[in-house]
């Protein structure tokens, strides 16, 4: 059965801590991956993981992925109380019918 | 301009109403989305339409029913409300499932 996994599931840390986030994934016809963040309301897109090794970054923020291990990381350095938010990890499955599995998310919280 | 917008922002309704939610997106995408979420923060794919056409429909109850007068709408039509269709229901749209989707602020959904 295709599944997205996400680890830790919440996480509590200082402003201007490094965090790593996790998410592994077994989903039929792999093609991408990819990383939301949720604060109050819709998702938003963060990055999208085609190839492994290539690091994208944005700012604090940078993704990498591993398609022989099947996990990809999200890295947010120098953590504000801005980057408080749930973050999803979701992966398209392509077979006879078109299906995008989320994970449950990790809920960071950063505190002054 | 609002890329993905979804009506109303808050519906509070009784068991056994019916209700419908409207979803428009303006970006020309080919590929809409309906998302349930629940208290849990998990998101679940319930339909997703491409070019008007289902192509893939989630174990969600037949009570649920997804209504595309255009390529740019998507609206959810809900019969016999149950408690348990308590929740925040997203749409979302993309040009192709493996591309990264936009998402409505969410309908937060609540049966009296």
């Known amino acids: 059965e295709d599944k997205v996994v996400q680890s830790p599931l919440s996480l509590v840390v200082h402003e201007g801590d490094t965090v790593t986030l996790n998410c592994s994934y077994e989903?039929?016809?792999?093609?991408?991956l990819l990383w939301y963040k949720q604060e109050k309301k819709a998702p938003t897109f963060l990055f999208m993981l085609?190839?492994?090794?290539i690091e994208k970054k944005s700012g604090r923020l940078s993704s990498i992925l591993d398609k022989k291990e099947l996990f990809s990381i999200l890295n947010i350095t120098a953590t504000q109380t801005g980057d408080s938010a749930v973050y999803l990890c979701?992966?398209?499955?392509?077979?006879?019918?078109?299906?995008?599995?989320f994970g449950p998310g990790t809920s960071l919280s950063v505190i002054p | 301009d609002t890329a993905v917008s979804q009506t109303p922002k808050y519906l509070v309704t009784q068991m056994g109403n019916d209700k419908s939610i409207k979803c428009e997106q303006n970006?020309?995408?080919?590929?809409m989305y309906w998302y349930k979420q629940d208290s849990k923060k998990f998101l679940k794919i319930m339909f997703s339409?491409?070019?008007?056409?289902?192509?893939i429909n989630e174990t969600v109850p037949n009570r649920f029913s997804p209504k595309s007068p255009d390529k740019a709408h998507l609206n959810l039509h809900i019969n016999s409300l149950e408690l348990g269709d308590s929740a925040v229901y997203f749409c979302?749209?993309?040009?192709?499932?493996?591309?990264?989707?936009?998402f409505g602020d969410g309908t937060r959904l609540s049966i009296l």
């Open positions: 979302a749209s993309s040009q192709e499932v493996n591309q990264p989707q936009h």
């Open positions: 989903v039929t016809n792999f093609r991408s």
């Open positions: 085609t190839s492994s090794g």
């Open positions: 979701a992966v398209p499955r392509r077979t006879s019918y078109d299906k995008v599995i």
């Open positions: 970006l020309g995408h080919d590929t």
């Open positions: 339409y491409n070019n008007k056409e289902l192509i």
